[in-house]
């Protein structure tokens, strides 16, 4: 049987960390998904940034509450990937037991997975400008969402009210939606390259009663009358916020969370939402939230030497926007990495990192200032263009230069900005070299 053999792959040739296993399977039996998921309550979780993190908050929180969860952690969001996570924990015992599957899944492919699942929860995170050779401008991405939403019209969507993009959707489903009720942002002015500034109904420029960052907020269109919905799980209050951590409340609920930045505030909103929406109790969501750890490239700290860096992954100018406000929350000495790279998974279109705010790096007398990646050279001349002083870059063409230069940086806290393949190659690299003691 195709479950048992690519099984045996996945644990026993692959250790369980490959699309290989679920490709496999899709050939001998397309049909595949259908019967290893059977029985799971499936909750899918899409967008454009948040997803790893969210998906790793809501499952913690079901563990949290002593149910049994599975989930593709290691970010193989893509119909294969996802495929293999299933096999990876499929058993031919126990099938009656209430079992939950919170599956990270890739834009376009959510259309490939409610073919074969009918999801009880879809969420959708948020939309921004990302990888432009593959999925084109967010009206793009979102349409690409959509068709596979319209094979589950059962299914619950728990979506982003302050993404302008999410209301008004021609979909039958029961729609919830949640948001901030308030911002650390003052600017009631939408950027000039925010990704969504006029109404998807008459094309109007969007006026906000406040944004949390990029198109995100409050937003109202004064030609025609459309509006952020009403939300059911809202952001009251933002107590603190730093570099490392902040704390608020949803829905009166004081959260803890030792993560920093509004998109990981957004982040533990999302978990709530669809947390509270499975009926798991207040205390679950508090305790698996100020608990939570970062996950493996989304603000994780490694010791490199005896330097502490912090490795965050960045792909689109809202992402990296938000991290470069993370970080300015640091009154830290820090030294600043940069490593760009432009294979298929990063987006081979790197014009976008002239879109993402760098000068505000000026601010801040940083005395290091490494740059590596497979683009090194246009990260240099974007950097450089940003004001940054170039006398302070050094240009590291390979991982053992990068490595013996973080060593001897001079900062307290070394911050590496890293898109997805450069991230990841570079933790190979650290594990392999024992920086790190768990790969995935």
């Known amino acids: 049987m195709a479950s048992n053999i690519t099984q045996f792959l996945s644990k026993h040739l692959l250790k369980g960390g490959s699309n290989f296993p679920g490709k496999i399977a899709l050939k001998i039996d397309p049909n595949i998904l259908e019967y290893i998921a059977d029985n799971y309550k499936v909750i899918l979780i899409t967008g454009t940034n948040g997803k790893t993190t969210t998906t790793s ?5 079901l563990k949290e509450q002593g149910l049994k969860v599975i989930t593709n952690e290691t970010g193989a969001n893509m119909l294969p990937g996802i495929v293999s996570c299933f096999i990876a924990n499929f058993s031919f015992f126990n099938q009656k037991e209430e079992r939950y599957a919170v599956i990270e899944v890739d834009e376009a492919n959510v ?16 939309l921004f400008r990302d990888q432009l050779d593959r999925y084109g401008e967010v009206y793009t991405t979102l349409n690409k969402i959509l068709e596979g939403v319209v094979k589950s019209p059962e299914s619950t969507l728990v979506l982003n009210g302050d993404e302008s993009l999410l209301g008004k959707l021609p979909l039958n489903n029961n729609i919830l939606y949640y948001g901030f009720n308030t911002s650390s942002n003052p600017n009631k002015e939408i950027d000039i390259n925010a990704d969504a500034k006029f109404c998807k109904v008459c094309k109007s ?6 944004i949390t960052y990029n198109h995100l907020g409050d937003f109202y269109c004064d030609s025609c009358g459309y509006k952020r919905p009403a939300l059911k799980y809202q952001l009251d209050s933002i107590m603190e916020m730093t570099s490392e951590s902040s704390s608020f409340t949803i829905n009166g609920t004081v959260i803890n969370l030792n993560q920093g930045g509004v998109y990981n505030i957004y982040n533990a909103l999302c978990a709530y939402s669809i947390g509270k929406e499975l009926g798991l109790s207040e205390k679950s969501l508090q305790d698996s939230l100020e608990k939570q750890n970062s996950s493996f490239g989304r603000q994780e700290n490694i010791l490199i030497g005896d330097k502490k860096a912090k490795i965050i992954l960045v792909k689109n100018p809202a992402g990296y926007n938000q991290a470069i406000d993370t970080i300015m929350l640091d009154d830290s000495k820090a030294s600043l990495a940069f490593l760009l790279n432009d294979n298929y998974a990063d987006g081979t279109d790197i014009s976008w990192i002239w879109d993402v705010n760098f000068e ?37 063409q390979d991982y053992d230069k990068l490595t013996e230069s973080l060593k001897n940086a001079k900062g307290d806290i070394i911050y590496v900005l890293a898109t997805y393949t450069a991230m990841i190659n570079y933790r190979k690299y650290l594990y392999s070299k024992g920086f790190i003691k768990k790969l995935w």
């Open 57 to 61: 908050m809501l499952s913690n929180a």
């Open 111 to 126: 259309k490939f997975i409610t073919e074969k699942l009918k999801p009880k929860i879809i969420t959708i995170t948020n």
């Open 205 to 210: 420029p969007y006026k906000y009663n406040f």
């Open 360 to 396: 505000a790096f000026r601010e801040v007398n940083y005395d290091d200032i490494f740059i590596g990646g497979e683009r090194l050279y246009d990260m240099a001349v974007r950097l450089k263009t940003a004001g940054l002083d170039k006398d302070k870059f050094l240009l590291c």
